[in-house]
């Protein structure tokens, strides 16, 4: 198993706003990512591909990420200006002990970074945007369009066209969804999207001193890349590079030339390589036999030896009859995946059940995320959460996370709370459910 812990949130205060960040390694230099419209510095370590893409980051620098005031964990504020954007930006720095940075904007937030760099130079080592603009795209009646277009707020909709690799895969879409709940109300959002029409900082880029970097996808659907050319040529001696793919987010795709890219400019070199290791979007199952020891020691070898072949057998059956993956067997419990959170969960009630008819009680913990394809093995922080999951249930009890609940909304499985917990190696308060047959 994987037994990478995800990065603390911490708050930094700018004026009288908490804003809220993570720090991701230890490296010789400090990367500050400036967020877009939507961010969430937890939950994004829930979709595929951005913890990775952090980790990979963190090989050679020090990965600051933070929410915007007025979205994510930040304290929600009214729309904040480009002004209040550049002091969150110190305030986060501060908080940091980061005296000096490359500074990595996204979409809208490559604007607020130029800004910064050109107000700030002594402040910041490089520039790097992604995805960004100097002059707003929108036009004509934005503000219909955009009222309109928030009344399907929190069902993915809106962020479609912003991911459309992963509305095509399994549960895509209610990741996207997800994300946009938890970054802002539909209120903030518009806000800040009518704010953000107001974007227009090209009187300034001539004055942008520091080393700039311009990355953008050839066919983001989102942002043309006719703004990133823009973009670049308008700051003094700015690279630019296109990738292929249609993805405005950063972290998705084929990344590693666009890791590469980065680490070069960044360190001069690209002496860090990625293992290849594939990632898929993935419901973790983990079950455990209850007080197996004592048991053990009351059968005797041979007696538990058997009684542990007839649990193997019949989790082999039922989770293939579920459509999931047999990972391994734990000793006394099984690692299993699936592409289903429902599946899962049925599959994890009815282990459950025929367990303990040939008298092995058992508790089971579930959890959907990213996973790591090693081999024969899985990793990852999803595999690493649904353990902590587990460790919290009770005999014939199967406990999920919330966001298992979320995604399967709507499947007529029943859900009983159990409170929040601190799980072991993992920030903040989980809230957990037991599923009912």
């Known amino acids: 198993m994987n037994d990478f812990v995800l990065p603390a949130t911490r708050y930094a205060l700018s004026g009288d706003v908490s804003v809220a960040y993570q720090v991701m390694g230890d490296g010789p230099i400090d990367l500050v990512m ?20 952090l980790r990979r980051l963190a090989t050679f620098t020090r990965v600051i990420t933070f929410d915007k005031r007025g ?52 402040r910041v080592e490089k520039l790097l945007l992604f995805g960004g603009f100097a002059l707003s795209t929108m ?5 219909a369009r955009t009222t309109e277009r928030l009344k399907s707020w929190g069902t993915g909709e809106a962020l479609k066209e912003g991911w459309p690799s992963l509305v095509a895969k399994p549960h895509g879409i209610d990741v996207l969804a997800k994300m946009e709940r938890l970054s802002a109300s539909p209120g903030a959002i518009k806000a800040a999207t009518l704010l953000n029409a107001q974007i227009d900082v090209r009187p300034i880029l001539s004055s942008i001193r520091v080393p700039t970097l311009v990355l953008h996808r050839r066919a983001d659907l989102m ?19 296109e990738y292929d793919g249609e993805d405005h987010i950063f972290w998705t795709g084929d990344v590693e030339a666009f890791l590469g890219d980065i680490e070069e400019f960044v360190t001069g070199s ?17 079950t455990d036999l209850v007080d197996s020891t004592r048991r053990a020691a009351d059968m005797g070898d041979q007696a538990w030896r058997r009684m542990l072949d007839n649990h193997d057998r019949v989790a082999r059956q039922t989770v293939e009859k579920f459509r999931g993956q047999l990972i391994k067997s734990t000793g006394d419990g099984i690692l299993a995946t699936f592409d289903g959170p429902g599946r899962a969960i049925r599959c994890a009630l009815a282990f459950s059940a025929a367990a ?11 959890h959907t995320g990213e996973i790591e394809l090693r081999d024969r093995d899985v990793g990852g922080i999803a595999v690493h959460a649904a353990a902590r999951v587990m460790a919290q249930a009770q005999a014939n009890e199967v406990l999920v996370s919330r966001v298992v609940t979320d995604l399967v909304a709507g499947a007529g499985l029943k859900f009983a709370e159990r409170g929040s917990h601190e799980l072991k190696g993992i920030p903040g308060k989980w809230d957990l459910f037991a599923a009912q047959a």
């Open 34 to 53: 400036v967020p877009g419209v939507v961010s969430h510095v937890e939950f994004f370590h829930e979709t595929p591909g951005y913890t990775a893409f």
């Open 71 to 122: 979205q994510g964990l930040s304290d929600r504020v009214s729309a904040p200006s480009l002004e209040e954007r550049m002091d969150d930006v110190r305030a986060v720095m501060d908080a940091a002990g980061s005296k000096r940075a490359v500074l990595m904007g996204f979409s809208e937030g490559c604007a607020m970074s130029a800004l910064f760099a050109a107000t700030y130079p002594e």
């Open 139 to 143: 036009t004509g009646d934005f503000e």
């Open 223 to 241: 942002v043309p890349v006719a703004a990133g050319h823009a973009l670049a040529r308008q700051i003094p001696d700015a690279k630019f590079i």
């Open 270 to 286: 690209r002496d860090h390589s990625s293992s290849e290791i594939e990632r898929v979007l993935a419901t973790v199952l983990f």
């Open 356 to 366: 303990g008819q040939i008298g092995l009680p058992l508790r089971a913990g579930l």
